[in-house]
């Protein structure tokens, strides 16, 4: 047991709730609503759903840290990495009957020869301290940022590995430019994220030790900083590798919300810049490679309606070429992305490959990106005055009128296919003369 060491940030925070419990009747505590709505779960209309999982997740979120967002206690048991002892601050999940599917959880703060005692909410009806047995524990987990020497997580996976590699490629070293919007930066960990990583309060100014210590940041840290707060947050995991190594890039270069709003434009999901279970059915319905090449024309859109394109332009787009290039040569190189063309509709397969150059989005970005460039130069040499600016607008007027056209070219083609498809198939006579 290691309880020597000083609590982390979630447990000062989680004990400043101590005796919050649930109120009598139809009244809701707010506070205990608040967890829900910390971890995703804003639906919840009532106090009395079990919220020991919910109290672990809104502590852990308020700490910069990433939960399993979900209400079950043993959804824990897959969450960061596992301790062989305990320490102050672990999550302990523990069985409850014989129920496989039932559990409690909470945080250590101190541990006997029979009992370890937790500091969790929904402990009779209260956030309080109470003993639970040792025979009953199903396991200690431990954040995979905060992980010491000698203390190993489950190995990371291959594509993982892949898509962090060449992030890391394109991210390079310490960056502090003053137009870059993320500010200081070391291998695409910013400042902000780095300090959410360690538990320094994000609020207070950056000092000389936390800018040195970001310049010097550990490979375990940084793998295991990425992999919880972009790879896991992102849902990366759950998508196809390909899929997967693009959405990646995007989540680090462009935020996570934002990223996953990408990605539900590519596969055509509700957008609403959250990772849930219709995104994923979505992801997975779609063909890979149509997913990537609209994924890849959305980030290329995006890039050209930036203010700073003109700084970071050139570094933006061959960025992208590099990952969709990577992604591409993944996709085709994985079996089940070939099962998943050969299983797709026809018609999908014969609407997409038959595309006329202009409703190419990507093609498009290519000749505004190289106009923006040339007509502002050329221009003035003939009694003209065009600006990048000018030239970017009339690309995103073009862009949107090739949408609008596509969308009701579709919208005609579908209708049409469903008149033909109520008709009644009749037999006609045919004389064949030889």
Known sequence: MDFDKTPPVWINKALRFLYIKEAAGLVNNPVIMSFYKDVKHAGIKGDETPWCAAFVGALLERSG?????????????????????????????????????????????????????????????????????????????????????????????????????????????????????????????????????????????????????????SKADLEAIYFTLYWQKSGCSQLPEPLAVMHFDASVNHGVRRAIQFLQQSVGADVDGEWGPLTKAKAEAENIQDALSSYEEIRRRYYLSRPHFNSFGKGWLKRLSHIYQIATSLNKSTKSSDITKETRPMTTQSTRSQKW????????????????????????????????????????????????????????MALYGRARAGTHLTRRTMNVKL
């Not at 992980?147 to 890391?168: N, T, W």
């Not at 505004?368 to 007027?397: E, K, Y």
Request: net charge neutral.
């Open 65 to 217: 840290l990433i939960s399993t967002r979900s209400l079950l206690a043993r959804s824990y048991l897959e969450w960061g990495a596992p301790l062989e002892t305990a320490r102050i601050g672990a999550i302990a999940i523990f069985k409850r009957g014989a129920d496989q599917t039932k559990g409690h959880v909470g945080f250590v703060m101190g541990q006997d020869d029979t009992q370890v005692y937790i500091l969790g909410g929904n402990q009779s009806d209260e956030v309080n301290i109470q003993p639970f047995k040792i025979k009953d524990l199903l396991g200690f987990r431990w954040p995979t940022v905060f992980l010491e020497v000698g203390q190993k997580a489950k190995p990371y996976s291959d594509v993982f590995k892949l898509a962090l590699r060449e992030v890391l490629k394109m991210e390079g070293g310490w960056s502090d430019h003053p137009k870059d919007p993320g500010g200081a930066t070391n291998q695409g960990i910013t400042l902000k994220t780095y300090q959410h990583a360690i538990e320094v309060n994000v609020i207070a100014p950056p000092n000389k030790k936390l800018i040195e210590a970001l310049k010097t940041i």
């Open 357 to 412: 150059w202009g409703e190419s989005l990507t093609i498009w970005g290519t000749i505004v990106t190289a106009l923006s460039t040339v007509l502002p130069l050329v221009a003035p040499l003939f009694g003209f005055d065009i600006t990048t600016d000018m030239v970017q607008q009339f690309g995103a007027t073009v862009t949107q009128l090739i949408q609008i056209i596509g969308g009701l070219t579709g919208t005609s």
